[in-house]
């Protein structure tokens, strides 16, 4: 069965710092992968998908860059992270193809401080 | 373009009573529908789908959604709510076929009181 996982789970920064978050699938290949952003109150927000490696397209401009090194991993970087950054930030997948359903790692927490 | 509506950020209900969820979206396209759910510090977790095949749709914990194409919605529904149920639920729209990015919702905050 396929699995996603997703670390760090909570990250406090000073604004300024850089960032990295990481998110491997395991079990699946070739799959879309996606970087969501949620904000209180604000639901969520697409940052970044990938459908392939080295494919990223970004949804927003931003402080925030995504890679895609290898076929099942998905990297969130900054170089200096803003107060604004703050959130959680949630990775997901799907098939290539399919219905579209998004299946969503844990979540990483970011507070920038 | 597509879009989700879900009016109001919070729902309260009693525990046993019926739980409305109500979600409207916009496609220029057949639409595929979904319904998510967020229990605190959690990922979403798939509740239910709509992908053009019965326009009510059955999903987990006794939640059940129906597509409406003249009232553009898919409201969510539980005929009995349960403390469990007490979580975020997001409404989400994608374009039908595959590699069609989903639009959410702000998502609803869903309390039940004892």
């Known amino acids: 069965s396929q699995t996603i996982h997703q670390w760090p789970a909570t990250l406090v920064q000073p604004v300024g710092s850089p960032l990295s978050l990481e998110c491997t699938v395991e079990?699946?290949?070739?799959?879309?992968l996606y970087w969501y952003r949620q904000a209180a109150g604000r639901g969520l927000q697409l940052l970044f998908y990938?459908?392939?490696?080295?494919?990223i397209s970004s949804e927003v401009p931003q402080n925030l860059s995504a890679s895609r090194p290898q076929d099942r991993q998905f990297i969130l970087s900054s170089k200096k992270l803003l107060l604004s950054d703050s959130g959680f930030y949630l990775c997901?997948?799907?098939?290539?193809?399919?219905?579209?359903?998004?299946?969503f790692g844990a979540g990483s927490r970011l507070t920038v401080l | 373009a597509q879009s989700v509506t879900q009016l109001g950020s919070h729902v309260s209900v009693s525990e046993g009573a019926l739980v409305l969820l109500r979600c409207n979206y916009s496609?220029?396209?057949?639409?595929?529908l979904f319904w998510y759910v967020q229990y605190p510090n959690q990922g979403l977790q798939l509740l239910l789908k709509?992908?053009?095949?019965?326009?009510l749709v059955k999903g987990i914990n006794g939640f059940e959604a129906e597509f409406k194409k003249s009232e553009t919605s898919f409201h969510l529904t539980k005929p009995s709510a349960h403390m469990s149920d007490a979580a975020e639920y997001f409404c989400?729209?994608?374009?039908?076929?595959?590699?069609?990015?989903?639009?959410f919702g702000k998502g609803i905050t869903l309390s039940v009181r004892p």
């Open positions: 997901a997948w799907t098939p290539i193809t399919g219905a579209n359903v998004l299946t």
């Open positions: 079990g699946t290949s070739n799959p879309n």
């Open positions: 990938s459908v392939g490696i080295g494919q």
């Open positions: 496609s220029s396209v057949p639409p595929y």
């Open positions: 709509y992908t053009s095949a019965a326009t």
């Open positions: 989400a729209v994608s374009e039908s076929g595959a590699n069609s990015k989903l639009t």
